[in-house]
């Protein structure tokens, strides 16, 4: 049976591709074979003949390649004989020549055979049943709407595609289903218009379009038109559907050639009937946990834990990868955890990666913890080191401990039914709005679940901000500005407008040109509703402070903030940043102790009086016509919204002034619900040149304001400052004052406690600058001119120690103190016009000469008195003088780094201390104030567990870092190594890593039993620098007594390194060979004075003298010096010869030689130093040029 490949063209479109065909008989011809592929007697799979074209004739070409030129040949050829000579490549092409005769082309021989019945049948003629039988059969498709340049709709784009597709597959609809087909058409389109935009989401589920419509996709975008993308519901995924299967139950659908389009709507219809059913599970299954009356997903469900070993050799690439992580892992204790999500890339991908490959980066051994939230929210992960030693035991029990901590942090998702529940109970007790109930519940449970609907969600956020800002109004403000509702606080805001266009512009336009204009009238939002409100007729709506706020331009524009803002009014405000803040290792120890003085405070609330002290940052004063900025330049205020505050920028100035902060704290009566940001805030404005800061002049401020508020009656004083000089408690100058305080006031007790170095925003007084800010921000200091003769001498001094000295002379004292006066008075009236929670601040006058010595004058009950201006040395020799007062210090008082205090002993026979004033129920209650004690959990204990005991700072963080940093620094050997010690063994242990040799030392001799099992031990034993002999201690002493009792008579130095020379002892003892000093080679050479060194070494080092050598040249240098200071004598008396003369010149030409040589030495080394400087530079670069090389390719071959 022969076999071709046969194809069927219509002009350049081809119908059947090249196909291998057979199963025809040996006499068919080339028209009984079309006539056969065409009704479908042989099998083509799924292939149909497009019925509008079955009688259109055709021509027959043969070829013997698919490439080849064809041959035509005649329809009524015998097919086995043709290919047999022209090739088995068969083209069948259909003509649309309606001229050419059906007989020859498309009409099949009569039965009998006859030569003449084609002829015959050729020229037959058609009747008109055929005629109205071929109409009827005609396939055709409804016309397509107009060409896609001049369609605006998509969907009509879309429905000319699917009209292009059915009429490239040859599919139509006859004059009786062409109504259906006008359906099956609009619901394709339908279908695929309402899938279109959610088509990712149904390939993420596994729901894919056929093949035969992926073309389709793309046309229905609502992101490009800014339309808003509606949610593919069930009922409409349904219905598509339904209308398919319709669609698909018609009866031309079971003709051949829609065969495979029917497959591909079967396809289509399945894939939605599926998601259909996928949906609705999804939402009785989301129904059911909303029900539920506890979150439906637990911590334990997703969670999985996993240990990681450490590695030690990990390649660079991973190295720079995982870098922060392991630095952090480092710098944090053993079984604490820390969260690795802050450490992953923000792409998904190298998150994976990150994650994946976590365990090849860490070089400890630590826990994975994974936490899954379900959903797409993705995982959280934590890891934590632990002990590479730890039992098993103790280590589940410790990793569980963690779990548990970790547990009560993670976000948790309520569910709706929670929520209403606890809404329902709270309605029960009090007429709370679900809206505030919301919010309420969601800040007591911790509860992260999302709104349930968009306009629950803007609720929400609204009623967030309403709490945020603390202000009630704010909400009624809110609902009655909505859209459409009237404003009830127009005629304010027009007061407002004109204020802001009349006065604040007015101030900063004109601040250059009059120094009376400086001031910019509203200082903060509160000022300015107090100032507008003034303006305002009686019965006008006055809005809240927040409200008002929000009528501001917004400070950024760009920001999804700024809708808040309305604008009614062109102005904006802005407030200065807070600094970066630096730790110490003191920071949780002086902490610490702050909150105990808090908690000793509220013990004894009725008896103490609490006050905080700090001096915010001077204040330059500008010269006559020339003022300048009170703060740093770049700040703002209220101001128009298209204006800059600003001052002169002339910053050569000679006057300053200090603002300080004195803060009377009213002590809450408990300290998780009370504050100690509240009280009475007192601001002094001093000069910095006539009223320098110092210990005794704040103290002396103190007493005044304590006698103003009636307060110094309160037997008990705490203060809490900074560590400034002027507060630094372990100076004897701030000692003796807080002890004049003391004296002074009568007190029982006083305690003094200072914030951590780089901790001085932890003091109460701190939050007060901004507030001071407020008013500083809108000022230009400028002080008045003096006279001329003083002027000339305030241009001539050049700082502060000259101007101090100008104003000795009481004139000039005057009349600088005038100068400076009206600046003075300026910032008090500022400062008086700022708030602290409703309580106006006061101020105070800098303290005079007068009130300083009477307040010194306190300490003249101990001896004669001391100068207030002494320094620390010279106060300290003067107290050796007065044994009363040292008496008193080491009886009453007692200091700490971080507080000092001082206490009445209560004894009435004390001849030291006054009687106490306390009840003597109170006072037994008095004891020593604590120091802080670590408890079990790492923290430091509380108040009540300490106060009452003895306790000592050794356990302040930088003492034992001072005590652990001169230990590491020793050579761990309990006697001084020396040559005695060394050659009472005689031997050395090399280390493996530099071969030097390091030498063992014991005060008692070895027998020859102990130095066999040495020798013995350091067989064993593979030394290197820095170690230790008792590391081979055994750990049960008993099963080796002899080798524990020799390990703890012999010893090596533990402060010693590889880059270390060979120790001195090593060549005092003189028992050893002769090596270089430097690096232990044997090929030296011996130099008078110094120790051995080899030629390389001698060339990179400098020459290592020895001490004895070193300090005979000192001492012959120093007689050389004073040769001209000896007295002048005669000739007889020192019996001077030629010898004696020649002798001293020798010497002193010897000594002259080692100083030369001394000297060549030291520049030798200088050189070298340069040239490893830059060597090592240049090696640093090379390195870090190939690393990075390194570390790009690996992430390319990684990524």
Known sequence: ?????????????????????????????????????????????????????????????????????????????????????????????????????????????????????????????????EVLISGARKLSLQEPYAADGDIVNNKRVLYNRVLQMLQKAGLGFTPTNFDQGKTLIQTITNCIWTIDPHIDTLRERSFYVPFLFEHLIGYNIPENHKHKKLQLENSSVLHLASCLDRCIEQPYMSGPMWFSFKNALTQLSESLHNYSDYLEKAANRMEENR??????????????????????????????????????????????????????????????????????GLPYKCMHLTFSTGNNLGSHNFIWRISPNVEEADAVAKNTEVIQLLKQELPSYHTRAMRRSFIRKVSLICNLKAKDARFIYKQLSGDSAEAETADQKEIDARVYQAFEMEDPDIITDLRCHNKGQPSKYDAFFEKAKQYVENVIETAVDERRHDEMTYLAQAISVPDLLRCVKETCPPET????????????????????????????????????????????????????????????????????????????HYCKVGEPGHPVAAVDRGKRVVVAEDKVFAVSDHDFTKFSVVPSVTMLVDIPESIEEGSFYRGQVYVGVKDLVLEPSSPLRHIAELKQILLNEELHSKPILCLYTDGGPDHRLTYLSVQLSLVCLFLSGDFDMLIAARTPPMGSWRNPPERIMSILNLALQAVGLMRSEASDEC?????????????????????????????????????????????????????????????????????????????????QPSLKKELKDRPKLQEFLDHCTVSRSYFFTIRKCGNPECQICLPPRLPPDVFSQL???????????????????????????????SLQQK???????????????????????????????????????????????????????????????????????PQERERAPKISALLDRVFVRANLHCTSPVEIPYFSAGIFPSICFYCSDEAVEEIEGAYPTCESCRANHILPFKRKHVENAREK????????????????????????????????????????????ILKRLVHRQDELKEEIERRLTELQSRFDNIEEDLEDIMY
């Not at 408890?935 to 106060?947: A, I, T």
């Not at 071969?995 to 030394?1023: A, F």
């Open 1 to 129: 049976m022969a076999l071709i490949s046969a194809q069927i063209r219509k002009g350049s479109t081809v119908l059947l591709p090249w196909h291998i065909v057979g199963g025809f008989s040996e006499g068919c011809t080339m028209l009984e074979l079309f006539q056969s592929i065409k009704n479908g007697s042989i099998d083509l799979g799924t292939w149909v003949f497009p019925e509008k074209l079955r009688d259109l004739p055709i021509t027959v070409s043969v070829g013997k390649s698919k490439t080849d030129a064809f041959d035509n040949v005649m329809a009524n050829m015998n097919v086995v004989q043709t290919v047999s000579l022209f090739g088995h490549y068969v083209r069948f092409n259909l003509v649309e020549d309606k001229d050419q005769k059906r007989s020859t082309a498309c009409e099949m021989p009569s039965e009998s055979g006859t030569e003449d019945s084609g002829a015959e049948s050729g020229k037959a003629k058609r009747n008109a049943f």
């Open 291 to 360: 029900a539920k009356m506890f979150p439906v997903r637990s911590p334990d469900e997703g969670q999985s834990i996993e240990l990681i070993y450490p590695k030690y050799i990990v390649k660079p690439g991973i190295v720079s990868r995982y870098k922060a992580l392991v630095d952090h892992l480092r710098n944090t204790e053993e079984y604490k955890p820390i969260c690795v999500d802050e450490y992953t890339p923000e792409s998904t991908r190298q998150r994976r990666y990150y994650l994946d490959h976590l365990k090849s």
């Open 541 to 616: 709506a006055i809005p809240s402070e927040q409200w008002l706020r929000l009528q501001f331009a917004p400070k950024c524009a760009s920001t999804y903030a700024s809708l808040q803002f309305t604008g009614k009014l062109q102005v904006k405000f802005q407030v200065q940043s807070r600094q970066l803040r630096k730790t110490h290792e003191d920071t949780h120890y002086a902490s610490a102790i702050f909150r105990y003085l808090k908690e000793f405070c509220i013990k004894f609330r009725d008896f103490t009086v609490f006050v905080c002290m700090d001096d915010k």
């Open 791 to 871: 002027e000339k001498k305030l241009r001539s001094a050049g700082g502060l120690g000259q101007l101090r000295e100008v104003a000795k002379d009481p004139a000039m004292r005057q009349e600088m103190k005038d100068s400076i006066e009206p600046v003075k008075v300026l910032l008090t009236q500022m400062f008086r016009r700022l708030y602290l929670k409703d309580k106006k601040f006061k101020c105070f006058t800098a303290a005079t000469e007068e009130a300083i010595e009477a307040l010194w004058e306190q300490l003249q009950k101990f001896g004669p008195p001391l100068g207030n201006d002494m320094k």
């Open 963 to 1033: 005590v652990q940093g001169l230990a590491a620094n020793s050579h761990g050997i309990p006697f001084a190594p020396s040559a005695q010690t060394a050659r009472t063994i005689g031997k050395t242990v090399k280390c493996i890593a530099c071969d030097k040799p390091r030498v063992i030392y014991s005060t008692h001799k070895l027998t020859t039993q102990d130095q066999m099992i040495l020798k013995r031990v350091l067989d064993l034993y593979q030394y290197s620098c820095g170690c230790e002999l008792q590391e081979l201690m």
């Open 1117 to 1160: 240098r120093k007689k050389t010096r004073n040769y001209s200071n000896l007295p002048l004598k005669s000739t007889k008396e020192v019996g001077t010869s030629c010898e004696d003369l020649e002798q001293q010149r020798n010497e002193e030409t010897q000594h002259q030689e080692e100083i030369d040589i001394i000297g060549v």
């Open 927 to 957: 004891h020593s104030f604590p120091d802080p004690v670590p408890g079990e959990d790492g923290h430091y204990k509380g108040f009540e567990e300490v106060y009452g005991t003895d306790t000592t700072e050794e356990y302040r963080p």
